[in-house]
Each structure stands twice: as structure tokens, then as C-alpha cells.
């Protein structure tokens, strides 16, 4: 078959530590899900008890056809408290990039996915001052123990939704130490975030030179009502601002992008449950599509994403996440066909593009919204965690199969 994609791209699922592993006890997430009022759906309980059942989900990909697996490496339990490390945690965690290496599955590893220790929480979480440099030394431990595992690494999840929802709207824990949320919090945690990510990098680098080292974005695709270029500009402006500048001097930038934002006129009543977004999903004209979300149903935003994470960094990229959340398995499949579509765009024009993740590899915990939003290729019954795949994970692999990509190259070090 006559394909654009490079032999050995990655096509991978993707997943998150606090979303799946179950009873991160000692995160802020843990801690915020249990304080009285916050608007969370329900606490992350067991999620899908990824912490023990990671086996059979890196058998599960490899069964499906697809060469690769982006999890986290959860922090709070590496160091459970300041400058305590759990040795048994990071045993976990080789143990995870073994079993992929036995799957030939290619690990895509993150440092940190928006849950931290709850002792970081407690100081304001990125708002604290030290964060950033006890951040770099967590990752400097666990990038020595696993160095040839490490072969792409973010460093840190979507910095730019963490500044600008999490910390602007306070819908993240530590946004509520000190001062508040706002646009003070969400400036400092930006800086706070910037200067993690440049340490962390280095240590990195310095543990595994091998390894190619990004972060992930939070994109979307951008679309404008006329007379509203203006309202377009800030927003972007906004979203965006210091996050493009920061990938300088990375190997790759890392592409999430789920939906398109239409700067117009406030038009519709958004759907209960999203307030800390108004802005941006209240302006689709009437009648737009949307997921269960909220935001436009848009499967051809990730290419679109793509196209601007290229002009604007001038790196090589990988998709680390995309998906849909629906309960209805057809509309998953539907949007997996656009999205790969136009994924294959991107590549035929020459763009360097060297993987596809998609969100997610299992229903799990949505932050906010906890279990009721299904963004999974596969289904997990929360009694028994046993884990189903959906038809939609039967199409992907199959898409997979069919152009014929080689099983990742794997070491054990
Ligand atoms: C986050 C994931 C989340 C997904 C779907 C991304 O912003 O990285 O943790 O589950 O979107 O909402």
C-alpha cells in the first residue's frame, strides 16, 4: 500500500497516571476531590486499576495492531513526600517500559500530567517558587533509572490549558492557594511552568541523551466570524501567548487538539457544567454539532493544529493526543475517519509528523466530569475492570494493519 507514513511512525494510544493507575492517594487531585463543594462529578476512586492491570492494556495495543503507548509517570507517587523517593515506584514504572519492550510497543513517556504531590499542592502547586527546580530533580531520578526506556519524552502536559484554565479559572487545585485564580496566578504559573520544563529538559538530556524531548500542547483549530478578527486575535493571544516560544530548543512539540473555537458573537446557551469555558464554546452559531462536551464535534481540527504547531515552531511533531468523548461508538469512528484523514493531509503535503496518539486508550476518570464522559477505544466496567474493546478500537487497529507500520524498535536496557 502507497502511504506517506514513514515506517516507523508511531500509532499509539494514549493515557494519563491519575486517570487509570487508581488511589493516587498522595496527589492534589486525590485531596480536591474530597473537599466539600469543589464542582467535581465524583472522586477517581480505582479509575480503571491501570496501576496493576498495565499489562494486559500494553497486550491490548499490541493485539490491536498499533507500536506504541503514551502513559504517565506519576510524581506523587515517586516522591510521596519532599525529597523521599519510592524506589517500588519507579520499579513500577521500568516494569511498565519492559512489558511494552516484551509487546513491541514503544513507550511515549510524560513527567507530568496535571495531577502533582499533594505537599507541591499544598505551596500552590505551579505557583509555588520551587517547583519548577524540585520538578527537574524528580525527573533527574527517574530519567537515570530508566535512560534507554526514554525514547520520546514530554515534559510536561499541556502548560497552556494548566496557566490558562487551570490557574485563570481555578478549576486546578493549587489555583486556590494563596490569592487566588486569576490573571496574577495564571501569569506566575506560566513562568513557574516554563522554567520547569527547561530544567526538566536538561535533566533529561543529561540522564538520556537519546532521547528526543517536547512537551504537549493544548491546541485547537481557529475560526473566525466576520468583524470578529479582532475577538479571534485576543483569544488567541491569550491561549497561546508564551506557549509556542517555549518548545524553543526542544526535539518535537506534542499536538492535542479535539475541536475547532469560533471567535463570533455570544450565540448559544452553553450546556450546564462548562462554566469556566463560556467564552470560548459560547460563540458557535446555532445549530453547530457538538460532543458531549460542549465544543464542536470537528474531527478535522487536528490537522488543522498540526499545520499551525508547524508554522509556528518549525518542529517535528507528534500527535500526543486527539479523541471524542460520545457514548455512541459510530460518532467515535466517524471522527477517527476525519481525524486520520486529515492527518494523512498533512503528511502527503510534507509535513513531519512522527506519530498519532489517540485519546484514550480506556474510558477513565475526566477530570471534572469524572466517569460519565467516554473518550475510550476500550470499555472498562468499573466493578470488575474488565477491560472490552469498542468497534471503534477494532477500526483503528485494523487502519493500522492495513498500511502496514513495523512494530516499534525496542530496547531493555
Ligand atoms: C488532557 C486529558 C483529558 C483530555 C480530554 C486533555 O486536555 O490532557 O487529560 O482527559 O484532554 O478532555
Redesign the pocket.
Known amino acids: 500500500m502507497n502511504t506517506p507514513y514513514p515506517p516507523d511512525f508511531l500509532w499509539g494510544a494514549s493515557t ?1 497516571a491519575h ?1 487509570v493507575e487508581g488511589n493516587n492517594v498522595n496527589s492534589d487531585w486525590w485531596v480536591f476531590e474530597h473537599q466539600p463543594g469543589v464542582p467535581i462529578a465524583e472522586p477517581s476512586g480505582d479509575a480503571c486499576d491501570s496501576y496493576h492491570r498495565y499489562r494486559e492494556d500494553i497486550a491490548l495495543l499490541a493485539q490491536l495492531g498499533l507500536n506504541a503507548y503514551r502513559f504517565s509517570i506519576e510524581w506523587a507517587r515517586i516522591e510521596p513526600a519532599p525529597g523521599e523517593f519510592s524506589r517500588a515506584s519507579i520499579d513500577h514504572y521500568r516494569r511498565m517500559c519492559e512489558t511494552c519492550a516484551e509487546f513491541s510497543i514503544q513507550p511515549l513517556i510524560t513527567f507530568q ?2 495531577s502533582l504531590p499533594a505537599w507541591v499542592g499544598e505551596h500552590g502547586g505551579w505557583l509555588w517558587d520551587e517547583t519548577p527546580e524540585r520538578f527537574a530533580n524528580y525527573v533527574r531520578v527517574v530519567a537515570e533509572a530508566l535512560q534507554n526506556h526514554l525514547i520520546y519524552v514530554v515534559t510536561i ?2 502548560p497552556d ?1 494548566t496557566a490558562n484554565v487551570g490557574y485563570r479559572f481555578g478549576t486546578f487545585p493549587g489555583a486556590h492557594v494563596g490569592e487566588g485564580p486569576g490573571e496574577v496566578a495564571a501569569a506566575k504559573a506560566t513562568e513557574m511552568l516554563r522554567r520547569a520544563h527547561r530544567l526538566s529538559r536538561q535533566a533529561i538530556r543529561d540522564a538520556a541523551p537519546q532521547a528526543k524531548v517536547g512537551l ?1 500542547l ?1 491546541m485547537q483549530e481557529w475560526g473566525v466570524q466576520p468583524g470578529y478578527e479582532s475577538t479571534l486575535a485576543e483569544i488567541q493571544r491569550q491561549w497561546e501567548g508564551d506557549f509556542f516560544s517555549i518548545t524553543k530548543g526542544d526535539d518535537f512539540v506534542g499536538v ?1 487538539a ?1 475541536t475547532r473555537i469560533v471567535a463570533g458573537p455570544v450565540s448559544e446557551q452553553l450546556p450546564e457544567g462548562f462554566a469556566e469555558l463560556i467564552p470560548l464554546f459560547n460563540m458557535y452559531s446555532p445549530g453547530t454539532r457538538r460532543t458531549v ?1 460542549g465544543y464542536e464535534f470537528r474531527p478535522q481540527a487536528i490537522g488543522a493544529a498540526i499545520r499551525r504547531a508547524s508554522e509556528q515552531t518549525g518542529l517535528p511533531i507528534v500527535v500526543t ?1 486527539n ?1 471524542v ?1 460520545t457514548d455512541d461508538d459510530r460518532e467515535r469512528v466517524e471522527y477517527l475517519d476525519g481525524a486520520l484523514a486529515s492527518l494523512h493531509d498533512c503528511l502527503t503535503d510534507g509535513l513531519d509528523v512522527r506519530g498519532y496518539f489517540h ?2 486508550l480506556l474510558d ?1 476518570f ?2 471534572h466530569q469524572g466517569y460519565r ?1 467516554h ?1 475510550g477505544l476500550v470499555e472498562v466496567d468499573h466493578t470488575t475492570f474488565a477491560r472490552k474493546p469498542k468497534p471503534s478500537a477494532m477500526h483503528y487497529g485494523q487502519f493500522v494493519r492495513d498500511i502496514g507500520t513495523s512494530p516499534a524498535k525496542v530496547v531493555i536496557p
Open positions: 494519563a486517570q500530567h496535571i502536559n499541556e490549558l504537549s493544548a492535542q479535539y462536551m493526543e479523541g468523548p485519546w484514550s477513565n475526566e477530570w464522559m473518550f
